[in-house]
C-alpha cells in the first residue's frame, strides 16, 4: 500500500469499465505511476520512462491517465470494452454529449423524479435523491432539477436524468 493512494482513490474490480475509466481519469496525478506499477503489466522501465515525461512535461498526465485507464480495463474486461469506455468518456466528458447508449426506464404514469431516482439506483433512497437534488446534482435534459416534489409525466418523454456527471437514464 502507497501513500501516495487513499482510500477515496479505490476502484472496485467489479465496477463497469465506464466507472472505471472515469474514476480514472479523475484521479490525482500523484496516484498515476503508483497505479501503473501495482495494476499493470507494463514493464517498470517503460513506467520510469512515462514518470520522467510526465515530470519533464513532454508527456501530459491526462494521456497518461487514459493509457493507465486502457491497460487495467483491458485486463478485467477486454480490449473492445476498453475502447468503449475512452469513446464513452471522451463524449461525456470531453464533447459534454449524452453517451450513445442510454439505459431506459419506462414510465408507467406521472412519477416524482426522487422515485425514479431510487428506481434506477441513481440514488439509495428518497432522502438520498432529494440531497442530490438540493446539491443540484439532478438534470433533466442538462437543465438543474431544484424542485425535490417535481414530477415527470409522459407527455415529458423521453427526457435524459443525469446524475453528476456520469449516470444517465433515459425516461421514456
Given at each position: 500500500?502507497?501513500?501516495?493512494?487513499?482510500?477515496?482513490?479505490?476502484?472496485?474490480?467489479?465496477?463497469?469499465?465506464?466507472?472505471?475509466f472515469?474514476?480514472?481519469?479523475?484521479?490525482?496525478?500523484?496516484?498515476?505511476?503508483?497505479?501503473?506499477?501495482?495494476?499493470?503489466?507494463?514493464?517498470?522501465?517503460?513506467i520510469?520512462?512515462?514518470?520522467?515525461?510526465?515530470?519533464?512535461?513532454?508527456?501530459?498526465?491526462?494521456?497518461?491517465?487514459?493509457?493507465?485507464?486502457?491497460e487495467?480495463?483491458?485486463?478485467?474486461?477486454?480490449?473492445?470494452?476498453?475502447?468503449?469506455?475512452?469513446?464513452?468518456?471522451?463524449?461525456?466528458?470531453?464533447?459534454?454529449?449524452?453517451?450513445?447508449?442510454?439505459?431506459?426506464?419506462?414510465?408507467?404514469?406521472?412519477?416524482?423524479?426522487?422515485?425514479?431516482?431510487?428506481?434506477?439506483?441513481?440514488?439509495?433512497?428518497?432522502?438520498?435523491?432529494?440531497?442530490?437534488i438540493?446539491?443540484?446534482?439532478?438534470?433533466?435534459?442538462?437543465?438543474?432539477?431544484?424542485?425535490t416534489?417535481?414530477?415527470?409525466?409522459?407527455?415529458?418523454?423521453?427526457?435524459?436524468?443525469?446524475?453528476?456527471?456520469?449516470?444517465?437514464?433515459?425516461?421514456?
Open positions: 500500500w502507497s501513500s501516495d493512494v487513499c482510500s477515496s482513490d479505490l476502484i472496485g474490480i467489479d465496477e463497469l469499465p465506464e466507472e472505471i472515469g474514476k480514472i481519469m479523475s484521479m490525482p496525478d500523484k496516484t498515476i505511476i503508483t497505479y501503473f506499477t501495482l495494476l499493470t503489466d507494463v514493464p517498470q522501465k517503460e520510469e520512462t512515462i514518470k520522467t515525461e510526465m515530470i519533464s512535461g513532454v508527456r501530459n498526465p491526462r494521456d497518461v491517465k487514459m493509457r493507465l485507464a486502457s487495467i480495463i483491458t485486463m478485467l474486461y477486454s480490449e473492445k470494452d476498453a475502447k468503449q469506455a475512452e469513446t464513452c468518456f471522451r463524449t461525456v466528458f470531453q464533447k459534454k454529449e449524452n453517451p450513445d447508449q442510454i439505459r431506459d426506464y419506462k414510465l408507467e404514469k406521472e412519477e416524482f423524479v426522487l422515485d425514479i431516482l431510487v428506481k434506477t439506483k441513481l440514488a439509495e433512497s428518497r432522502s438520498d435523491a432529494r440531497r442530490l438540493e446539491q443540484k446534482a439532478v438534470k433533466l435534459d442538462d437543465k438543474i432539477v431544484e424542485d416534489m417535481l414530477k415527470i409525466e409522459k407527455k415529458d418523454c423521453p427526457i435524459v436524468l443525469k446524475k453528476g456527471k456520469r449516470h444517465f437514464v433515459k425516461v421514456v
